[in-house]
């Protein structure tokens, strides 16, 4: 996210809309998190896939 539009996110949790903005900030929050844990056990699953078979490699 962009400056412009995180102070705009600030400026609107100050507001009625402050639910909706904890709802959007909460959703790319956890988005970001399940990306990462995917991201980690390919990268866990890659590694042990090269230690097991790095023989057929060469």
């Known amino acids: 996210m962009n ?3 995180r102070l705009m996110f600030d400026a ?3 507001t ?3 639910p909706l903005v904890r709802t959007y ?3 790319k929050v956890e988005t ?3 990306e ?10 890659f590694d042990s896939i090269l ?3 790095s023989d057929m490699l060469s």
């Not at 990462?36 to 699953?45: F, K």
């Open 25 to 27: 900030r909460r959703k």
């Open 12 to 14: 609107l949790s100050w």
């Open 3 to 5: 400056q412009p539009t």
């Open 36 to 45: 990462l844990r995917v991201t980690m056990e390919i990268d866990t699953l």
């Open 32 to 34: 970001m998190t399940a």
């Open 16 to 18: 009625p809309l402050a």
């Open 51 to 53: 230690m097991n078979h």
